[in-house]
Protein backbone atom coordinates (compact mmCIF):
# COMPACT_ATOMS: atom_id res chain seq x y z
CA UNK A 1 0.00 0.00 0.00
CA UNK A 2 1.06 3.46 -0.09
CA UNK A 3 3.13 4.97 2.58
CA UNK A 4 2.78 8.15 4.72
CA UNK A 5 5.92 9.54 6.83
CA UNK A 6 5.54 11.96 8.90
CA UNK A 7 8.78 13.65 10.97
CA UNK A 8 9.53 13.92 13.51
CA UNK A 9 7.70 11.51 15.65
CA UNK A 10 8.84 13.14 18.88
CA UNK A 11 9.41 16.54 19.45
CA UNK A 12 9.50 17.61 22.94
CA UNK A 13 10.36 22.01 23.37
CA UNK A 14 10.08 24.47 25.14
CA UNK A 15 6.53 26.98 25.53
CA UNK A 16 7.21 30.03 23.09
CA UNK A 17 9.27 28.12 20.52
CA UNK A 18 8.08 27.21 16.82
CA UNK A 19 7.85 23.38 15.95
CA UNK A 20 7.31 21.96 12.50
CA UNK A 21 5.87 18.74 11.73
CA UNK A 22 6.32 17.35 8.11
CA UNK A 23 4.07 14.84 6.24
CA UNK A 24 5.58 13.34 3.15
CA UNK A 25 3.22 10.77 1.01
CA UNK A 26 6.75 8.39 -0.32
CA UNK A 27 5.29 6.90 -3.33
CA UNK A 28 2.34 9.24 -4.73
CA UNK A 29 1.34 12.33 -5.31
CA UNK A 30 -1.19 14.33 -3.06
CA UNK A 31 -3.26 16.86 -3.88
CA UNK A 32 -4.73 17.28 -0.61
CA UNK A 33 -3.45 16.25 2.66
CA UNK A 34 -5.52 16.54 6.23
CA UNK A 35 -4.21 16.75 9.41
CA UNK A 36 -5.67 15.42 12.65
CA UNK A 37 -5.04 16.49 16.31
CA UNK A 38 -5.50 13.51 18.96
CA UNK A 39 -5.94 14.09 22.67
CA UNK A 40 -4.80 11.21 24.94
CA UNK A 41 -7.11 8.59 25.44
CA UNK A 42 -9.26 10.28 22.90
CA UNK A 43 -10.71 10.40 18.78
CA UNK A 44 -8.83 12.08 15.84
CA UNK A 45 -9.98 15.77 15.31
CA UNK A 46 -9.76 17.38 12.06
CA UNK A 47 -7.59 20.57 12.02
CA UNK A 48 -7.36 21.13 8.79
CA UNK A 49 -7.17 20.14 4.94
CA UNK A 50 -3.82 21.31 3.01
CA UNK A 51 -4.50 21.54 -0.46
CA UNK A 52 -1.42 21.93 -2.83
CA UNK A 53 -0.84 25.33 -3.91
CA UNK A 54 -3.37 26.92 -2.40
CA UNK A 55 -4.59 28.14 1.23
CA UNK A 56 -5.46 25.09 3.64
CA UNK A 57 -8.82 25.28 4.93
CA UNK A 58 -9.35 25.01 8.71
CA UNK A 59 -11.59 23.41 10.95
CA UNK A 60 -14.11 25.52 13.27
CA UNK A 61 -12.27 26.67 16.30
CA UNK A 62 -8.57 26.11 14.83
CA UNK A 63 -6.59 28.87 14.73
CA UNK A 64 -4.81 29.42 11.77
CA UNK A 65 -2.32 31.69 12.77
CA UNK A 66 -1.56 28.71 15.25
CA UNK A 67 -1.20 26.22 13.02
CA UNK A 68 0.75 26.95 9.85
CA UNK A 69 0.10 25.00 7.08
CA UNK A 70 1.49 25.03 3.91
CA UNK A 71 1.75 22.49 1.21
CA UNK A 72 4.51 23.41 -1.39
CA UNK A 73 4.41 20.08 -3.49
CA UNK A 74 2.63 17.09 -4.02
CA UNK A 75 4.14 15.00 -1.80
CA UNK A 76 4.64 17.44 1.27
CA UNK A 77 2.86 18.98 4.01
CA UNK A 78 4.23 20.71 6.61
CA UNK A 79 2.34 22.04 10.02
CA UNK A 80 3.90 24.73 12.60
CA UNK A 81 3.35 24.70 15.34
CA UNK A 82 3.75 29.01 16.45
CA UNK A 83 4.69 30.69 19.59
CA UNK A 84 3.93 26.55 21.28
CA UNK A 85 2.49 26.03 24.86
CA UNK A 86 2.26 22.72 26.79
CA UNK A 87 -1.97 23.43 25.88
CA UNK A 88 -1.15 22.66 22.29
CA UNK A 89 0.98 18.90 23.65
CA UNK A 90 -0.86 16.29 21.55
CA UNK A 91 -0.24 13.53 19.40
CA UNK A 92 -0.90 14.82 15.63
CA UNK A 93 -1.15 12.49 12.71
CA UNK A 94 -1.37 13.89 8.80
CA UNK A 95 -2.90 11.46 6.14
CA UNK A 96 -3.24 11.69 2.50
CA UNK A 97 -4.82 10.71 -0.48
CA UNK A 98 -3.25 9.26 -3.70
CA UNK A 99 -4.70 12.11 -6.37
CA UNK A 100 -7.85 11.20 -7.84
CA UNK A 101 -8.80 7.55 -5.60
CA UNK A 102 -11.64 8.37 -3.27
CA UNK A 103 -12.06 6.52 -0.69
CA UNK A 104 -8.62 6.10 -0.04
CA UNK A 105 -6.86 7.62 2.30
CA UNK A 106 -3.30 6.71 4.43
CA UNK A 107 -2.30 7.69 7.64
CA UNK A 108 1.04 8.98 9.09
CA UNK A 109 2.85 7.13 11.58
CA UNK A 110 2.17 10.44 13.96
CA UNK A 111 4.13 12.90 15.93
CA UNK A 112 4.09 13.14 19.28
CA UNK A 113 4.64 16.79 20.43
CA UNK A 114 5.45 17.62 24.33
CA UNK A 115 5.66 21.67 24.96
CA UNK A 116 7.60 22.31 28.42
CA UNK B 1 -22.95 16.47 7.45
CA UNK B 2 -22.12 13.12 8.56
CA UNK B 3 -21.18 11.65 12.28
CA UNK B 4 -20.34 8.57 13.49
CA UNK B 5 -20.33 6.92 16.97
CA UNK B 6 -18.98 4.38 18.83
CA UNK B 7 -21.03 2.20 21.03
CA UNK B 8 -18.81 1.39 24.08
CA UNK B 9 -15.57 3.48 25.23
CA UNK B 10 -13.96 0.07 26.33
CA UNK B 11 -14.99 -3.50 25.28
CA UNK B 12 -13.25 -6.30 27.07
CA UNK B 13 -13.36 -9.99 26.04
CA UNK B 14 -11.07 -13.62 26.28
CA UNK B 15 -8.98 -14.57 24.08
CA UNK B 16 -10.66 -16.90 21.64
CA UNK B 17 -14.13 -15.46 22.49
CA UNK B 18 -15.72 -13.62 19.60
CA UNK B 19 -15.09 -9.34 19.22
CA UNK B 20 -17.87 -6.82 18.14
CA UNK B 21 -17.52 -3.69 17.94
CA UNK B 22 -20.34 -1.01 17.52
CA UNK B 23 -20.27 1.52 14.85
CA UNK B 24 -23.38 3.39 13.86
CA UNK B 25 -22.63 6.14 11.70
CA UNK B 26 -25.46 9.07 9.40
CA UNK B 27 -24.01 11.01 6.36
CA UNK B 28 -26.36 12.72 4.19
CA UNK B 29 -24.49 11.14 0.79
CA UNK B 30 -24.18 7.25 0.47
CA UNK B 31 -20.81 6.70 2.59
CA UNK B 32 -17.85 5.10 2.13
CA UNK B 33 -16.85 3.20 5.94
CA UNK B 34 -13.93 2.71 7.38
CA UNK B 35 -12.47 0.96 10.78
CA UNK B 36 -9.08 1.84 11.60
CA UNK B 37 -7.08 -0.02 14.33
CA UNK B 38 -4.16 2.29 16.49
CA UNK B 39 -1.75 0.64 18.81
CA UNK B 40 0.04 3.13 21.33
CA UNK B 41 1.78 6.01 20.14
CA UNK B 42 1.41 4.76 16.39
CA UNK B 43 -0.50 6.16 13.53
CA UNK B 44 -4.03 4.14 12.16
CA UNK B 45 -4.00 1.23 10.42
CA UNK B 46 -6.64 0.44 8.06
CA UNK B 47 -8.57 -2.93 8.48
CA UNK B 48 -10.89 -2.61 6.09
CA UNK B 49 -13.19 -0.04 4.20
CA UNK B 50 -16.74 -0.36 2.82
CA UNK B 51 -16.69 1.89 -0.67
CA UNK B 52 -20.59 0.59 -2.02
CA UNK B 53 -19.54 -2.80 -3.31
CA UNK B 54 -19.98 -6.08 -1.29
CA UNK B 55 -21.93 -5.32 2.13
CA UNK B 56 -19.54 -8.00 3.48
CA UNK B 57 -16.30 -6.90 3.79
CA UNK B 58 -13.52 -8.43 5.08
CA UNK B 59 -10.30 -7.09 6.41
CA UNK B 60 -7.26 -7.71 7.56
CA UNK B 61 -6.24 -9.88 10.68
CA UNK B 62 -9.57 -12.06 10.59
CA UNK B 63 -11.99 -8.91 10.92
CA UNK B 64 -14.76 -8.04 8.74
CA UNK B 65 -17.42 -5.47 8.73
CA UNK B 66 -21.01 -5.79 7.66
CA UNK B 67 -22.92 -2.57 6.04
CA UNK B 68 -26.45 -2.52 7.07
CA UNK B 69 -28.19 0.83 5.68
CA UNK B 70 -31.35 -0.21 7.20
CA UNK B 71 -29.43 0.09 9.95
CA UNK B 72 -26.80 2.74 9.62
CA UNK B 73 -24.40 0.34 10.98
CA UNK B 74 -20.94 -0.95 10.01
CA UNK B 75 -20.42 -3.17 13.23
CA UNK B 76 -16.87 -4.77 13.22
CA UNK B 77 -16.42 -8.56 14.54
CA UNK B 78 -13.55 -11.60 14.93
CA UNK B 79 -14.65 -14.61 15.40
CA UNK B 80 -12.07 -15.46 17.99
CA UNK B 81 -9.91 -12.77 19.51
CA UNK B 82 -6.35 -12.76 20.31
CA UNK B 83 -4.23 -10.91 22.60
CA UNK B 84 -2.64 -8.97 19.67
CA UNK B 85 -5.65 -7.67 18.80
CA UNK B 86 -5.82 -5.36 22.10
CA UNK B 87 -5.51 -1.94 21.01
CA UNK B 88 -8.01 1.33 20.37
CA UNK B 89 -10.52 1.04 17.24
CA UNK B 90 -11.75 3.66 15.39
CA UNK B 91 -14.81 3.44 12.89
CA UNK B 92 -14.97 6.57 10.44
CA UNK B 93 -17.02 7.79 7.50
CA UNK B 94 -16.25 9.81 4.56
CA UNK B 95 -18.34 11.08 2.17
CA UNK B 96 -18.47 12.34 -1.59
CA UNK B 97 -14.76 11.13 -2.21
CA UNK B 98 -14.07 9.55 0.95
CA UNK B 99 -11.35 11.42 1.95
CA UNK B 100 -11.88 13.69 4.46
CA UNK B 101 -12.94 11.49 7.55
CA UNK B 102 -14.63 12.16 10.29
CA UNK B 103 -14.37 9.61 13.58
CA UNK B 104 -16.26 8.02 16.54
CA UNK B 105 -14.55 8.32 19.61
CA UNK B 106 -12.72 5.23 19.84
CA UNK B 107 -13.26 1.69 21.12
CA UNK B 108 -10.28 0.60 23.43
CA UNK B 109 -10.50 -3.17 23.08
CA UNK B 110 -8.67 -5.43 25.67
CA UNK B 111 -8.34 -9.52 25.79
CA UNK B 112 -8.08 -11.00 29.04
CA UNK B 113 -5.93 -14.24 28.84
Known amino acids: GAVVSQHPSRVICKSGTSVKIECRSLDFQATTMFWYRQFPKQSLMLMAT?????????EQGVEKDKFLINHASLTLSTLTVTSAHPEDSSFYIC????????????FGEGSRLTVL | AQSVTQLGSHVSVSEGALVLLRCNYSSSVPPYLFWYVQYPNQGLQLLLK??????LVKGINGFEAEFKKSETSFHLTKPSAHMSDAAEYFC???????????FGGGTRLMVKP
Open chain 2, 92 to 102: AVGGNAGNMLT
Open chain 1, 50 to 58: SNEGSKATY
Open chain 1, 95 to 106: SASPSGSPGELF
Open chain 2, 50 to 55: YTSAAT
